[in-house]
């Protein structure tokens, strides 16, 4: 009788795997989803319908207390008369308050020599019926505004007027997009993320204005008009 021996024999499974230097693995990764990514711009126009007024007044004197109260009275009746003129008192806010010594240059190696101090009280005027802006303007200068910083011009809707721009920059990226995708013989896919950058469209300001102005003359001011631009990143998969 012949007696069989069998061998039980254990089946061991092997990773494959190539090792290289510095004993990386080189194995093959997921497949990426194609994607395409764009960077558009939007825009969108309006007409100014506010306006901000940057005015100031310098006084001077040989003492600090002078200095001071001489801008105090004058101011008080700038502010006084700005109300009278229609400015609601929410809408003048004070923007800055300096005091400085004053010196006159000694001759020769003598030292500068401190002669007084000059004082500078600077007021934001925001109005709102830019009819009437030359009229605040030299209502401003006659009641003793020496320094003018200029004027600049603003939306009051200007979160409405942002999202028309995104809107526009939204389709310009979606229209740039369905064109490479064609291009490619791709199917454009769905947004797969939205980035915004940064977004402006304030007016450059006036430059700073000459302070002669006509007592039966306004001084004429073009608000002109506002653009606003925002720019976005869109990824879109392609199919």
Known sequence: MNRTKSTGMAAVVFLAAVLMPGGAVLAEGPVMERNISISAS???MATPDLAYITAGLVTEDPTARG?????????SKLITGM??????????QTTGFYMSPRYTQGGGERPPVMNGYSVTNQVRITVHDLK???????TAVALGANQM????????NAENLRDAARRDAMNNAKR????YAAA?????????????GGSGGGLIPMAPMALRVEASKSVPVESGSQMLEVSVQVTYALH
């Open 67 to 75: 200095a001071v109260a001489a801008n105090n009275l004058t101011m």
């Open 149 to 156: 910083n200029g004027i600049s011009f603003d939306v009051s």
């Open 132 to 138: 009437r802006l030359g009229e605040i303007l030299d």
């Open 42 to 44: 939007g825009q969108a």
């Open 83 to 92: 109300k009278t003129v229609g400015v609601a008192p929410a809408d003048i």
């Open 176 to 179: 740039r997009a369905e064109l």
């Open 184 to 196: 490619t013989g791709a199917q454009l896919g769905p947004v797969l993320q939205i980035s915004e």
